[in-house]
């Protein structure tokens, strides 16, 4: 089953992009096909990163025709990862120092209407928490480079190996649930007609929410790099939860994407685990196969509880606030510390190889942590 080309006989086809060397759960797979089977549905891939989800797997995409399925979105709409070059060389890190004083906790004091107005987008009452990381699996994470694989992309996106990056990963925050609770009150995990007005009310909440998570992650960057003493360049900036429509053959389709990032936009990084490389990768193919997207990180292994109860027998919280890198953790609620620890996820250096190995991607370098920033305190996802 876990082949790059695996396909089962359902109502849409779904294909599982997954060597045989990479763990993919059952609960997973069983969750891919229920989704294959709603009205409209076209095809379900499976990224190498694919685990349960609540109701629908995160690692995923989806294609449907004649309707949207909010709930394959989530609630954290708009949700990704963002890249910056600092402009500090490596040399002159301080990432003791940066985690004893770094802080992204609590309201951004400075112009929120014009840090939103910069992306497009508008105020929602959700702005006290613009410019904030979030929980979950959210970071904002300084990063050396590893290794250069590919010269002459990395020199073309203007980066330097000597010198330090940020990648921030986070969402909406509260705005995407709040959108999404608003579908599920009224229809549960049911589906949209796509020509209906329901849909395309959603459809401009949606976008609207994309264009919030975008300036939030542009904000996080903003603060982290003023708590470091530094400036920043975006390099580049993708979405791995949304649903857009599709245009072919003469016909209108919606790709959903639960977890995935975009293979149609460009470079994306691959993060793995806080204690592991990061991939910043170059989309090649056609990309048809894999729904136009790609793995979005490692995937969990565990579930969070499964997490915690394993982990607090084999090591203590201060050993999880550094890691194998020697790089720094700040993460001052005790439950993610371990909720998010390594060993709780998939080996990235094997999802990014089922990517190269299927034809989707070409490493172009590898990001090393130097800080990654969780928490100062207890938050909400």
């Known amino acids: 089953m876990n082949t790059p080309s695996s396909e089962t006989s359902t109502a849409a086809t779904v294909r599982i992009i997954a060597s045989p060397q990479s763990w993919v759960e ?20 499976g990224l190498p990163d694919l685990h349960p989800g609540k109701g629908a797997p995160v690692g995923a995409a989806f294609e449907s025709e004649g309707f949207l399925y909010p709930y394959l979105v989530g609630s954290d709409i708009g949700c990704g990862m963002g890249l910056w070059d600092v402009d500090l060389p490596v040399r002159k890190a301080k990432a003791e120092r940066w985690a004893a004083k770094l802080d992204l906790e609590g309201p951004w004091e400075g112009d929120t209407e014009a840090v939103l107005a910069e992306h497009g987008a508008s105020g929602t009452g ?33 980066l330097r190996e000597e010198r330090l990056l940020l990648l921030v990963h986070s969402g909406s925050r509260g705005l995407g649930e709040s959108i999404l609770r608003k579908h599920v009150d009224r229809h549960a995990a049911g589906g949209l007609a796509a020509d209906s007005e329901e849909a395309r009310a959603y459809l401009q909440r949606h976008d609207g929410a994309v264009l919030w998570a975008k300036a939030n992650r542009a904000l996080v960057a903003r603060r982290t790099l003023d708590g470091i003493g530094a400036t920043g360049r975006r390099v580049l900036d993708v979405c791995h ?84 890198f020697k790089s ?34 070409r490493v172009v370098a590898t990001l090393a942590p130097v800080l990654t920033y969780k928490t100062r305190g207890r938050t909400a996802e």
């Open 26 to 45: 059952g609960e997973a797979v069983r969750q891919l096909e229920a989704v294959s089977r709603l009205p409209g549905m076209r095809l379900a891939v």
């Open 126 to 158: 959700f702005e006290s928490a613009l410019g904030t990381v979030g929980g979950g699996n959210h970071f904002a994470e300084v990063q050396r480079v590893e290794e250069v694989h590919d010269a002459r992309v990395f020199e073309a996106l203007g």
């Open 241 to 324: 939860n949304s649903v857009t429509a599709r245009h072919a053959d003469g016909r209108v389709g919606w790709l959903h994407r639960k977890g995935a990032a975009p293979w149609d936009e460009g470079p994306v990084v691959i993060p793995g685990s806080r204690g592991a490389l990061s991939y910043l990768v170059l989309p090649v193919g056609t990309g048809e196969q894999s729904a136009y997207s790609l793995a979005h990180g490692a995937g969990r292994k565990w579930t969070r509880s499964a997490a915690r109860e394993r982990l607090k027998e084999r090591f203590t919280a201060e050993s999880l606030t550094r890691t194998s």
């Open 328 to 361: 720094h953790v700040v993460c001052e609620d005790r439950d993610l510390l371990f909720e998010e620890a390594p060993p709780a996820y998939k080996a990235i250096d094997r999802v990014v190889t089922d990517l190269v190995e299927a034809g989707l991607v």
